[in-house]
């Protein structure tokens, strides 16, 4: 079922990862965009107000990272998109490699190239999202109370943040020099935002990171990006931003106009839960899930004694006498176990088959079982769990939680009459600790 097709996306964002797709993705939801998200550059993705290209280029090598964000751009600006919109984390998750300045050059080129030439590239954003407790002064990312060094990010094992300061942070992964429009001046308004991007522009800045503390300030810097007479820009940071100018391209978009194509309908089927998350978060939420727990042990799956095999014949029998219950098959441990896995198994063999088999049950579950609805936990482990589905593209639904939101896979790769399947990605640390529960209440 399709209805009106737009004539060209409103905003088409590139995002640097899958859950983080899915975040930015409920923020232009929320804003009155149809959006719709694909994983990887887009074949015969449908058009919609909002196309969110979902990579996997967050920790990428920076070549590998902007040759896929150009290819993705390229379709969106090629489809008409009328505003670039680069998505990284709200806590600015980078190393001094890249991948946040390398792609954004790539991306502002884009854009400056279809322009006809018509002033330097330039990227214009914040990754401040003050909903999520992100916000950013004087160009210093806060997380919550602490600054960005000061937050667990500074231990992150694969981007660790130790500097707060992104005016230096974004230089060290530039080649073009980075300003900054303070937040005296956004509290100035939007006339006086214009005019520091312009000078800044005129200044031939490659980058320009814009303070903000609440919805107001992105608000405002929204409506300066989008004014008459603002230098053409690459738009960029968290969800926060891309929120805002949703909600302004939302408010001004014509009403005669298509929004994109409606989200098929999921049959009847009973739901699953996957977890392979090992951050604070997921752990509450599974220990406060009130329904069966089975536990995936990675030790037992590398010695042989567990499967995929064995999970799925459990489940089946598990459906046969209690069709309805939501069962959790559970990866997530503390973090002594898991150093203690990684230690006997190394940790990329440990991530690899706890992602493999994740899969494989997903796979089974809803080739074979008529498993309907998934929740699946984890940043890693949605892309793992995503792909092996061979899912395409995902329409965007209702949010169980602030960054979450339910979709509606209808393209699988292989299976071209495969029934449609919700599915809800969650990235460790989003959603309230009894989200195991309550997302069920908004489900397709
Ligand atoms: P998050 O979004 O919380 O960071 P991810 O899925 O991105 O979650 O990353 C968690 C990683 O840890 C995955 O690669 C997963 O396969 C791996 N993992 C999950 N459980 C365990 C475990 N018990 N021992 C070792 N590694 C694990």
Redesign the pocket.
Same mark, same amino acid.
């Given at each position: 079922v399709t209805g009106p097709l737009p004539a060209t996306p409103l905003i088409g964002i590139v995002a640097d990862d899958l859950?983080g797709a899915c975040d930015v993705a409920a923020a232009a939801t929320d804003a009155g965009l149809h959006t719709v998200v694909s994983l990887g550059p887009p074949s015969e993705t449908p058009l919609a107000d909002c196309v969110v290209v979902a990579l996997k280029s967050r920790t990428a090598a920076p070549d590998v990272a902007v040759r896929q964000s150009v290819e993705s751009g390229r379709w969106l600006l090629e489809h008409g998109t009328a505003l670039l919109y680069q998505k990284y984390c709200s806590t600015f998750d980078s190393t001094d490699r890249g991948n946040i300045g390398p792609v954004a050059e790539a991306l502002s080129s884009l854009v400056s190239d279809g322009i006809g030439g018509r002033g330097r590239p330039l990227s214009i954003g914040t990754p401040a999202t003050p909903e999520n407790g992100r916000t950013q002064y004087l160009g210093h990312l806060f997380v919550g109370d602490r600054l960005l060094s000061e937050s667990p990010l500074r231990d992150h094992p694969l981007t660790p943040m130790r500097d707060p300061d992104l005016v230096r942070v974004l230089s060290r992964q530039s080649t073009r020099p980075v300003g900054l429009v303070p937040h005296a001046t956004i509290r100035s308004g939007t006339d006086a935002i214009r005019a520091a991007m312009r000078e800044l522009a005129d200044a031939d800045l490659g980058h320009v990171l814009v303070d903000a503390l609440d919805d107001d300030d992105l608000d405002r810097v929204a409506a300066a990006l989008l004014a008459d007479g603002a230098p053409p820009a690459l738009a960029g940071g968290g969800a926060g931003l891309a929120g805002a100018l949703a909600r302004r391209l939302a408010g001004s978009r014509s009403a005669d106009r298509g929004t994109g194509g409606i989200a098929p309908v999921v049959p009847p089927g009973p739901r699953l839960l996957l977890s !392979?998350?090992? /951050?604070a978060r997921?752990r509450e939420q599974v220990a406060a899930f009130p329904g069966h727990v089975r536990i995936l042990d990675?030790l037992r799956l590398a010695d042989g004694s567990d499967s995929a095999e064995s999970v799925l014949a459990e489940l089946a029998d598990r459906s046969a006498t209690a069709p309805d219950e939501g069962v959790l098959i559970s990866?997530?441990?503390d973090p002594d176990?898991?150093r203690a896995?990684?230690a006997e198994l190394g940790t990329a063999t440990?991530?690899e088959l706890?992602?493999r088999e994740l899969g494989r049950i997903a796979v089974g579950a809803v080739d074979d079982l008529g498993i309907r609805r998934l929740l699946v936990a984890? !940043?890693?482990? /949605?892309g793992a769990v995503a792909e092996a589905l061979g899912v395409r593209s995902l329409y965007v639904g209702k949010s169980a939680a602030p960054g979450v939101p339910w979709t509606v896979a209808e393209h699988r790769d292989g299976r071209p009459g495969a029934e449609p399947i919700a599915l809800l990605l969650k990235?460790?640390?989003f959603g309230g600790p009894d989200l195991f529960s309550t997302a069920w209440e908004v489900a397709p």
């Open positions: 859950t !392979g998350s090992a /951050s997921t990675p990866a997530t441990a176990q898991v896995v990684q440990a991530a706890v992602e984890g !940043g890693e482990t /949605s990235s460790g640390n």
